[in-house]
């Protein structure tokens, strides 16, 4: 929604990404190591890089000098979240390393000033400036349009100067600065269609009321094109046109969801990195979890463009008042469905990856 060790083999599913290159192996102490790959990206071998350098102190002796040479220096590519795996056999599935149970407070606190800005202050405004004022019809709209999402700025603002940091602990695997994430240029263009509407909407000295009730359903159904049209492609064969959070050009596309998984857990959750690495092998490692998140892509897809078409369907066609309580509520009361339904159901599917982990690995 490719082995990273010798002992796997390659998945035969056509969403895996093709290996960047073969894991190493730690030297240096007892256990087995494997370090993850790194979607195309190649990466040299340390024994072939130490053979190498033996090779050249022997055939000049004059190299060999008193101090001991420099490490190499860090590659942007690789930062210092980069991750080590223990178990080369697979014996379990890879690790994500990240749960939600200890971050209950801070979802519960974005979220519901998420709703309080954008649920309960258009509607709030509307009606106290409409009913409560003597403003104009434009004036109120312009108004409350000037107020609405303010968290949901602050918050893009934020993701914006944590990605773009220099030396970020959550930027894009083999992606330079510039790039950001996937999420975010998604982000970026769902705002873009809904900033066209408001600012048509509050034009006119009488703005279209049904119009500027339906800014969330507009991101809705570009979030659910965009995953939709993802999957189409992935069981299409088609390869990635561009870069994809950490897919880069012409690698085997994903389920829509994996890249806001990726991009969400590591920039807003604060899982970093390290976790879209995790995120790759667990992928790379498991068919049961690539096929669990290609239902989850079609469930919220589909979701999403449908829960759009039924709130524009419902704001252009009853009274005006209840259409923009409509427009502002019922996107986000149909979130909170599917977020408590995802919830368990992929709960249940990683218990029953762990459950069949034996018998499974061997079918990837």
């Known amino acids: 929604m490719t082995t990273t060790t010798e002992h796997l083999a390659q998945p035969s599913e056509p969403g ?20 993850l790959q790194v979607p ?3 990466v040299n071998d340390p024994s072939e890089e130490d053979e190498r350098t033996a090779r050249s102190t022997t055939q000049n002796p004059s190299a060999n000098a008193s101090r001991a040479p420099s490490p190499r220096p860090p590659s942007a590519l690789f930062p210092h979240t980069q991750v080590t795996y223990t178990d080369p056999d697979f014996s379990r599935p890879p690790p994500l390393n990240y749960t939600l149970r200890t971050r209950y407070k801070s979802i519960l606190f974005f979220w519901t000033l998420i709703v309080l800005d954008c649920v309960c202050m258009p509607i709030g405004l509307y009606f106290g400036l409409w009913y409560g004022t003597s403003l104009s019809p434009n004036a109120v709209f312009s108004i409350s349009t000037a107020l609405l999402g303010t968290v949901s700025i602050v918050e893009y603002f934020i993701r914006f100067h944590r990605l773009w940091r ?7 695997i083999g992606a330079k600065r510039f790039y950001l994430d996937w999420f975010h240029w998604n982000l970026s263009v ?10 048509v909407g509050t034009c006119p000295r009488n703005p279209p009321i049904r119009l500027l009730a339906i800014p969330a359903s507009t991101m809705c159904f570009a979030i659910g094109i965009e995953l939709l049209l993802v999957d189409i492609l992935r069981v299409l064969g088609v390869r990635a046109p561009c870069r994809i959070s950490s897919l880069p050009i012409g690698a085997p596309l994903r389920p829509g969801i994996y ?5 969400i857990v590591a920039v807003d959750g604060s899982g970093g990195t390290e976790f879209r690495q995790r995120l790759n092998l667990r992928y790379q490692a498991s068919k049961g979890f690539r096929e669990m998140l290609h239902r989850l892509t079609l469930f919220w897809a589909i979701g999403a463009i449908g829960i759009a ?20 509520t019922l996107p986000f009361l149909w979130a909170a469905i599917w977020t408590a339904i995802t919830i368990p159901w992929v709960q249940h599917c990683l218990k029953q990856e762990y459950e069949q982990w034996t018998m499974a690995r061997w079918k990837v």
């Open 16 to 35: 895996t990404a093709p290996p960047a290159s073969s894991a190493s192996t730690s030297h240096h102490t007892g256990t087995a190591a494997s370090t």
């Open 40 to 42: 195309g990206v190649v």
């Open 166 to 172: 220099k030396n970020s602990n959550c930027r894009v």
């Open 190 to 199: 769902g705002w873009f269609f809904v900033m066209i509407e408001l600012i």
């Open 259 to 263: 890249a806001y998984i990726e991009d």
């Open 309 to 328: 078409i039924v709130t524009a369907a419902i704001v252009f066609t009853i009274q005006r008042d209840a259409a923009y309580v409509v427009g502002w």
